[in-house]
């Protein structure tokens, strides 16, 4: 049984850091691709970022430069580091498992999903 379990979340001030962790169980070290993917109240689901079963990493265009996703294999966890958050980056923060990265940042045809973490840039 796959799981998924995201932490890290929290209140940050604006310019400040988190890393958030999808801690994944029930299938085989680097058999996924990961992504996370972030949603804020009445908007829509949008992705983030994206890690291959390779390592390859893809970021959408907002993030670029600001977050950095990372796979600890040994622990089978995927890293989410948020970097210079600003409050349009205020969310809940999900991540999912399965299907394939987009270059944009997208994790597509997912299969599984956690139950996300809550992120608030706020002063």
């Known amino acids: 049984q796959v799981q998924l379990v995201e932490s890290g979340g929290g209140l940050v001030q604006p310019g400040g850091s988190l890393r958030l962790s999808c801690a994944a169980s029930?299938?085989?070290?680097?058999?996924?691709?990961i992504g996370w993917f972030r949603q804020a109240p009445g908007k829509e689901r949008e992705g983030v970022s994206c890690?291959?079963?390779?390592?390859?990493?893809y970021d959408t265009d907002s993030v670029k430069g600001r977050f950095a996703i990372f796979r600890d294999t040994a622990s089978n966890t995927v890293y989410l580091h948020l970097n210079s958050l600003k409050p349009e980056d205020t969310a809940t923060y999900y991540c999912?498992?399965?299907?394939?990265?987009?270059?944009?940042?997208?994790?597509?045809?997912?299969?599984?999903w956690g139950q996300g973490t809550q992120v608030t840039v706020s002063s």
């Open positions: 029930g299938f085989t070290r680097n058999s996924y691709a």
């Open positions: 999912a498992a399965g299907g394939y990265c987009s270059v944009d940042g997208w994790l597509r045809e997912s299969s599984y």
């Open positions: 890690i291959t079963t390779r390592g390859g990493t």
